[in-house]
Nanobody
Framework: QVQVVESGGGLVQPGGSLRLSCAASGSIFSINTMGWYRQAPGKERELVATFTSDSNTNYADSVKGRFTISRDNAPNTVYLQMNSLKPEDTAVYYC??????????????WGQGTQVTVSS
C-alpha cells in the first residue's frame, strides 16, 4: 500500500502564508507526479499545482505568483508554499500522488485532506 499524509493547514488572515507538506510512503516503486488539489464546500475538486518526475511544474491560474510547489525525492515529499492568501483560497487541500508499486501500474493516491481557512 501507498500512504499519503498531508500537514500544515490551519487558519490564517488574508495576506498571510501557510506551508503545506505531503509525504508519500509505503510500497512505492516509482512516483510520476506529486501535487495538490483543493475542494471548497459545494465545489468540484480542482488542481492547484503539480510537480512531475522530470521536474515540470504547473499551477492553476488563480494561484500563479502566490503559491510555489517543491519536491524532495528521498524521502518522497512535496510542499506547497502559499503566500498572499485570499479568502477564495479557503478549501480542503488534498495531496495527490501518481505512483507505481512493484506489483501494479501507476495509479492515483490521495491524502486525507487538510483544511485551509483564510479569514480575518
Amino acid at each position: 500500500q501507498v500512504q499519503v499524509v498531508e500537514s500544515g493547514g490551519g487558519l490564517v488572515q488574508p495576506g498571510g502564508s501557510l506551508r503545506l507538506s505531503c509525504a508519500a510512503s509505503g510500497s512505492i516503486f516509482s512516483i510520476n507526479t506529486m501535487g495538490w488539489y483543493r475542494q471548497a464546500p459545494g465545489k468540484e475538486r480542482e488542481l492547484v499545482a503539480t510537480f512531475t518526475s522530470d521536474s515540470n511544474t504547473n499551477y492553476a491560474d488563480s494561484v500563479k505568483g502566490r503559491f510555489t510547489i517543491s519536491r524532495d525525492n528521498a524521502p518522497n515529499t512535496v510542499y506547497l508554499q502559499m503566500n498572499s492568501l485570499k479568502p477564495e483560497d479557503t478549501a480542503v487541500y488534498y495531496c495527490n500522488v501518481v505512483a507505481s508499486t512493484e506489483w501494479g501500474i501507476p495509479r492515483h493516491y490521495w491524502g486525507q485532506g487538510t483544511q485551509v481557512t483564510v479569514s480575518s
